[in-house]
């Protein structure tokens, strides 16, 4: 291939993966960020091949001089310096808004589910599901997975199942989401409104404003003494699962209470009841309760057989 | 190589030298500011750093937090083992021994709580003391005066939550200048700005959070018109306390109040209409 044709393809895509290269490690993990970087980056390997095609000799030349080896020397020394990660390369990784695909990540196999979520990179916590004898691999109930704070505010949803209809078979997770998706966007409206209105000054006086919406500043302990409790619920429904009571049982909500003083491995088994809405007439919106359970529901409590939490967390880095 | 390569290094080297040089000795005595979270909320510090300051920006930004997390610990009711929620859970609470902290806030509120009639108060039946209106404030003066005092810094800006105290003059050299912030939901009203020297401000309404103030006699939440309150007084403890007080009277009440009271307030109605008790400096 033509030498100019070579070189501007290695320019163009070195430009390309730079661009997506630095996106990668200062944003948080996006595919699309990192297929275009994945793939462009073997049409780099494909035209520096084309180009060590072009420049042999030359590059043959410089291989046998002892600058090739001092070189060759560093990026090792470099290398193996990353691999081991000495403290002032963690505290350079730690500038990474990127933690990677495994941050969050949702398996299922089977009738059993395995959950990923790695808030900081001290703090790693893992949700093994197992469905119980109700639990059909081949067409799985409806399920979300969320956290929430001791004031029973939704924080992260983890996990929810994609159908479409999982506003009703989902009720109780679907409105504390709605309430968090409410009250996060009027925050950022308010966030926006006061620094537009902080440009001429050099402080905004104000009522206290909402808390933040990060999850990590409510469920990872800045002070490993203290608790940080909250809470890991799941809402789980088999859409249509009729008996003599109802035409379509309820779904049922379980919760596991971590309280972080001593990071373990938690049985989250505790039903917590089937919701039950109510209207609000001052807001004129539904509202969302728990109930008890009793015995008109039936095999509904057979979707779920085990769950357990899993905390794995070391010292954050200074 | 080129035998002027060495010489251009050498120059390079040596620019770099003086610039580095220059901005460390204009870091030394330049305004610096920094910001965290505490309280369920934000906080940001605005200083001038001086020559004979021995701490760098890092170590006050530390005892600064430091500070704050002890107040934090001991007057946050959201965690089960602060002191006021211990101070809460016990029976008989003479014997309960409050740290000098939790006393000197109380103390504060049951004057203020005096001086309002009960518009202000921490007591809430069947849930013990809730200092969380107060305690901001109390946290924004404790800060103010770490720096005055102890670190002898004249120009500073403590903010946590919307309380700010003031001293000296920012970095153009002029007083402070701090703004009463408007929610989008009212964007039509332009938010009054005040210069504050040497003194404190603190601002009360339920924008951020509906039904949150409550009125300690009635347990009911105020029906006015009154879309914020906000007190201006030396102590940031006094004025953050005053301005929940204000807000519960309303705004024909709380103005009579702080007229009568020689307290500077501004109260902005939800039309947009600003009334001020006294001229704002």
């Known amino acids: ?318 | 190589m080129s035998r002027k390569f060495p010489v251009i290094l050498t120059l390079l080297l040596v620019s770099v030298g003086v610039f580095v040089f220059i901005i460390v000795s204009q870091q030394k005595t330049a305004y610096q500011s920094f910001h965290g979270s505490i309280f369920g909320t934000s906080y940001q510090v605005q200083y001038r750093a001086h020559e004979q300051l021995n701490f760098d920006a890092e170590a006050i930004k530390a005892e600064v937090e430091k500070n704050l997390g002890r107040i934090d610990r001991i007057a946050s009711t959201w965690k089960a083992d602060s002191e006021i929620s211990c101070y809460n859970r016990t029976l008989v609470k003479d014997e309960f021994q409050l740290s000098p902290e939790l006393r000197e806030i109380i103390k504060h509120a049951e004057e203020i709580k005096a001086r309002t009639g009960g518009a202000f108060d921490i007591h809430h039946s069947g849930k013990g003391i809730d200092v969380s209106a107060i305690a901001k404030g109390y946290a924004v003066d404790r800060i103010a005066d770490y720096l005055y005092h102890e670190l002898k810094i004249a120009d500073c800006l403590v903010e946590i939550g919307g309380e700010v105290k003031a001293r000296g003059n920012n970095a153009k050299g002029k007083l402070w200048k701090v703004a009463i912030y408007i929610p989008p939901s009212h964007s039509h009203i332009k938010g009054p700005r005040v210069t504050l020297s040497n003194t404190s401000m603190a601002t009360s309404g339920q924008y951020f959070k509906e039904g949150h103030i409550r009125n300690a006699a009635t347990g009911n939440v105020p029906e006015h018109d009154l879309l914020s309150c906000t007190v201006i007084a030396p102590s940031n403890t006094d004025a953050d306390a005053l301005a929940t007080a204000l807000y519960v009277m309303g705004g024909e009440a709380g103005l009579a109040w702080a007229n009568q009271n020689e307290v500077e307030a501004i109260f902005i109605n939800n039309d947009g209409t600003v009334i001020e008790s006294m001229e704002p400096r």
């Not at chain 1, 060759?72 to 695909?101: F, R, T």
């Not at chain 1, 006086?205 to 302990?221: K, L």
Request: hydrophobic fraction near 40%; charge should be negative; glycine fraction near 4%.
């Open chain 1, 1 to 318: 291939m033509k030498r100019n044709v070579v070189s501007l393809s290695i320019a163009v895509l070195f430009l390309s993966l730079a661009v997506t290269g630095v996106m990668g490690f200062f944003l948080p993990f996006n595919i699309l960020t990192v297929s275009v970087h994945a793939l462009l980056g073997f049409v780099f390997i494909g035209s520096i091949a084309l180009h060590l095609k072009n420049n042999f000799r030359q590059l043959k030349n410089y291989f046998t001089s002892k600058t090739a080896l001092l070189v060759i020397l560093c990026v090792a020394i470099l290398v193996a310096v990353i691999l081991i990660q000495p403290k002032p390369v963690l505290a350079i990784l730690g500038l990474s808004k990127n933690l990677g695909p495994a941050a969050d990540r949702f398996e299922l196999i089977d009738t059993k589910v395995v959950y990923n979520y790695t808030p900081a990179p001290h703090y790693k916590m893992r949700l093994d599901f197992k469905g119980g004898s109700a639990f059909d691999a081949d067409n799985p109930p409806h399920m979300a997975i969320w956290l929430e704070n001791t004031s029973r505010y939704h924080l992260k949803t983890l996990y929810h199942s994609k159908a479409s209809d999982v506003q009703n078979s989902l009720p109780y997770w679907h409105y504390k989401k709605s309430e968090y998706e409410k009250y996060k966007a009027e925050s950022e409206a308010a966030e926006k409104a006061g620094k537009k209105q902080a440009e001429d000054v050099d402080a905004l006086s104000s009522a206290t404003p909402n808390e933040s919406f990060d999850p990590a500043d409510y469920i990872v302990p800045k002070d490993p003494e203290k608790e940080t409790p909250y809470r890991l619920l799941i809402e789980i429904n088999a859409p249509r699962d009729k008996n003599e009571h109802y035409p379509d049982q309820p779904s049922l909500v379980y919760v596991v209470e971590v309280d972080n003083k001593n990071p373990r491995s938690y049985q989250v088994l505790d039903l917590v009841g089937y919701p039950e809405s109510e209207m609000d007439e001052e807001e004129g919106e539904l509202e969302w309760s728990l109930l008890y359970t009793d015995e008109t529901i039936t095999t509904a409590h057979d979707l779920f057989d085990s769950a357990l939490l899993h905390i794995e967390r070391s010292e954050p880095l200074k």
